[in-house]
């Protein structure tokens, strides 16, 4: 069974930077995708970066130029450097895993695919 499990989530101040983790139980080297999501209070759950198998990597706008994605494929742990955070950046993040065919194919940064893995999910808090 397929199991993904983010870590390093906390609280951080405005301008600081956290790094996210998020280990997979399976080789993910030939997952269409992987992707980080997150999920404020009160909103749905947005995407915010993507990672293709090719190393190809897309960005949300309201992460670009402040959040890094990138993937260990020998650890099959995959990462998110979150620098320069602001409190709007306050949220649960979540990885995700795709296979198959895209969902959002005209939407480079989601990784939504036929099949989809989850984690839990580790929460982020950031402070003015």
């Known amino acids: 069974q397929e199991n993904l499990v983010e870590s390093g989530g906390g609280s951080v101040q405005a301008g600081g930077s956290l790094r996210l983790s998020c280990a997979a139980s399976?080789?993910?080297?030939?997952?269409?995708?992987m992707g980080w999501f997150r999920q404020a209070a009160g909103r749905e759950r947005e995407p915010i970066a993507r990672?293709?198998?090719?190393?190809?990597?897309n960005y949300a706008n309201s992460v670009k130029g402040r959040f890094t994605i990138s993937k260990d494929n020998a650890e099959n742990t995959l990462y998110l450097q979150m620098n320069s955070p602001k409190p709007e950046d306050t949220a649960r993040y979540f990885c995700?895993?795709?296979?198959?065919?895209?969902?959002?194919?005209?939407?480079?940064?989601?990784?939504?695919?036929?099949?989809?893995?989850w984690g839990q999910g580790t929460h982020v808090t950031v402070s003015s």
């Open positions: 399976y080789d993910t080297t030939d997952s269409l995708c």
């Open positions: 990672i293709d198998s090719d190393g190809t990597t």
């Open positions: 995700a895993a795709a296979e198959g065919a895209e969902a959002f194919p005209g939407e480079k940064y989601i990784c939504i695919g036929e099949n989809n893995y």
